[in-house]
Nanobody, 124 residues
Framework: QVQLVEAGGGMVQAGGSLSLSCTAS????????VAWFRQASGKWREFVAG????????DYGDFVKGRFTISRDDAKNTVYLQMNSLEPEDTAVYYC?????????????????WGQGTQVTVSS
């Protein structure tokens, strides 16, 4: 089973940027599809972005509107989420999840491997 650790969260002003990372141990992440989810206080966990194991397929939540980019560096066993033009509504705990199937899912249910999350706070 793969262990995932997120990093890069923090506090930023509206319009700013953050880069999150999701680093795997225990397994080679290159064979997994990986997704980012977020959960704001009192809300459901929602899909942010996903990437297939070969990086040929990428997808984003409707609210992203070109502001975020998901990428992967298999040599570093890491997937990234670059977030630009952040808005207060982006405030949430951000989680990465990995799927052995090699693809990503917009639903959180299929994922067995999750990181502990990293807090992102955007002030107005």
């Amino acid at each position: 089973q793969v262990q995932l650790v997120e990093a890069g969260g923090g506090m930023v002003q509206a319009g700013g940027s953050l880069s999150l990372s999701c680093t795997a141990s225990g397994q080679i992440l290159s064979t997994y599809g990986v997704a980012w989810f977020r959960q704001a206080s009192g809300k459901w966990r929602e899909f942010v972005a996903g990437v297939t194991r070969d990086a040929a397929g990428r997808d984003y939540g409707d609210f992203v509107k070109g502001r975020f980019t998901i990428s992967r560096d298999d040599a570093k066993n890491t997937v990234y989420l670059q977030m630009n033009s952040l808005e207060p509504e982006d405030t949430a705990v951000y989680y990465c999840a990995a799927a052995e199937s090699g693809t990503y899912y917009r639903s959180s249910r299929p994922y067995k491997n999750w990181g502990q999350g990293t807090q992102v706070t955007v002030s107005s």
